[in-house]
């Protein structure tokens, strides 16, 4: 894995959840397109909590190679960001998720190849036992991008559920 190339993509999707999420009303950020599925509001929030979870996991593996990592979707950090979504300031998101790109760049550049091979084992089953370039590739880089699709359907869902509103 090329950490450097790594720290690239996830800042670039950080710049365009960022970037995207900035031009949009309000409105459409609040919009649930069903009642399971997330607003962009939450998706921010989630974002906005989970990209520093990942990396102080990592920091957490790579002081002690070997302990258990990760979480379920029941994590009570996860549910709160998610739950207290309604009463954030989108602006004050989009800042803090800007900013983790800093903690991107200082803790992954930072990673020994070493460190990108200590295997250890996950928290969730589903994961079983695997390398910390998992958590960078899965966790952070995938992760993020998957988030940024999931911002671009809900988009796509309120214009087409409100054609005149956008």
Known sequence: ??????????????????????????????????????????????????????????????????TEWGRGLQHAGRLEAVASAGKRSTAEVRQAIQHSKKNVRDILSSLSEVDLRSESPSRNPRFGTKPLAFIVEHLLLDHLDAHLRQIKRNMQQFEAAFPNKR
């Open 1 to 66: 894995m090329n950490m450097e190339e790594a720290i690239r993509s996830i800042n670039e999707s950080i710049d365009q959840i960022v970037g995207i999420a900035e031009g949009l009303p309000e409105e459409l950020i609040r919009w649930k397109p069903q009642s399971d599925t997330w607003s962009i509001a939450e998706i921010l929030c989630h974002v906005e909590e989970a990209t520093p979870y990942w990396l102080q996991e990592i920091q957490a593996l790579v002081a002690s190679p070997g």
